[in-house]
């Protein structure tokens, strides 16, 4: 769920204005054990309707399976065997077609450039063509009558024909107003090799072009792992330009490689490469959060991410103690892949903890919303 400003301020209001009074209770006195909890604040009051209305879920503490994370950084790369080099046609000026541009997405056949040679030193070759085929043209209807009334030798006249159809060819290989640079795959734009307006070589690279059919995810292991290498085998990671944790198990995802040799280029590193459908959030060049996923542990206290609270440098969730009443928990946090993340101490199998919604319950609680006569605290 996202907030913004105003709805903070909305549920700040909501919540200080639905405090009950100690008529309309009815709850009487309640009494928490919070030594054995070892409680850090005063009771939190959340009306259950306010709860329900604002999204506030709990769940019951249980050990379960846990994996040993590495949290690394990383780059999105496309395959290769996804790429495609567009290249100039023949030498001369090239001329974008307007929208071009790194990230756009192409069919096969667009025309993305055009190349010309017109107005330069030495003119345009497409022009040149065009006046040899019309020279050789010219030559050969000139001949053919004289050919045919044994004037002119069948050698000459052949070799005459010969350099017609040759003309014709170069012509017709290069007519129109300069060459064109094509796509030949559908996909994105990724780099642009040369500015608008600048001179080309026939055969240069104008763009390349990513498929985006399979991805290839980099992670980038610091040596002090090396012994945790053999146990990864899959992976999480979060893009800069999305708070979403993208999960290479959900995406047909697939270790493929780990080289050694490959760490020269960042010393103090092993790469680790994953391959993944592309499901349309990751985008080729991108630099990305990895959460290397390991060896399963057994018996390990895990929360969502979203149950945890920072303040001035330590972590706190929520535990409810009965319908409206929370008390905000000190914790140890451990791992974390992304999306949950390990309690390593502040809480026991017994506690019912926020799971969702603790932003709102930390507004309650910045409230200071207590009900008279139903204080927890004797």
């Known amino acids: 769920m996202k907030f913004n400003k105003l709805y903070f301020i909305g549920v700040l209001c909501t919540l200080v204005g639905c405090a009950p009074s100690a008529q309309d209770d009815g709850l ?4 928490h054990d919070h030594a054995s909890h070892g409680s850090t604040s005063d009771e939190i009051v959340l009306k259950p309707a306010d709860a329900e209305r604002f999204g506030v879920y709990t769940q019951m503490v249980k050990p379960q399976q846990f994996n040993e994370v590495v949290k690394v950084s990383g780059q999105i790369v496309s395959e290769p065997s996804n790429e495609s080099v567009v290249s100039a046609q023949s030498s ?4 974008f077609v307007n929208g071009v541009v790194e990230g756009r ?3 096969k056949g667009s025309v993305l450039a ?3 040679a017109k107005g330069m030193v030495g003119g345009d070759a497409n022009e040149s063509a065009k006046i040899a085929y019309e020279a050789a043209k010219r030559e050969l209807e000139r001949i053919t009558p004289l050919h045919k009334d044994g004037i002119v030798t069948t050698k000459d006249y052949n070799a005459a024909k010969q350099l017609y159809e040759q003309a014709q060819a170069a012509y017709n290989a290069n007519s129109g107003c300069g060459s064109t640079a094509v796509a030949a795959t559908s996909g994105v734009i990724t780099q642009l090799l040369v500015k608008q307006g600048e001179y080309v070589e026939a055969g240069s690279p104008i763009a390349t072009i990513s498929g985006n059919v399979r991805l290839t995810l980099r992670a980038d292991l610091p040596e002090k792992y090396y012994n945790l290498l053999s146990t990864i085998t899959t992976a999480n990671f979060r893009t800069s330009y999305s708070p979403e944790v993208i999960s290479l198990s959900e995406l047909n995802g697939k ?3 780990t080289s050694s040799v490959a760490a020269s280029s960042q010393p103090g590193y092993i790469p680790v490469y994953f391959t993944f459908d592309n499901n349309g959030m990751a985008v080729p060049g991108a630099f990305v959060e990895v959460y290397l996923i390991g060896s399963t542990r057994n018996n390990v206290i895990v929360l969502p991410i979203d149950a945890v609270t920072e303040q001035q440098g330590k972590f706190y969730v929520y535990v409810k103690l009965d319908e409206e009443c929370y008390e905000k928990r000190l914790v140890t946090l451990g791992q974390t892949n992304g999306g949950e993340v390990e309690i390593l101490s502040g809480l026991s199998r017994k506690d019912e903890v926020v799971s969702r919604g603790a932003i709102i319950v930390k507004l309650a609680e910045a409230s200071g919303v207590v009900p008279e006569g139903h204080s927890h605290n004797h």
């Open 28 to 31: 009487g006195h309640h009494h």
């Open 92 to 95: 001369g000026i090239v001329s």
């Open 105 to 107: 997405d192409v069919a």
């Open 114 to 116: 055009t190349v010309s």
């Open 255 to 257: 270790k493929v490689s």
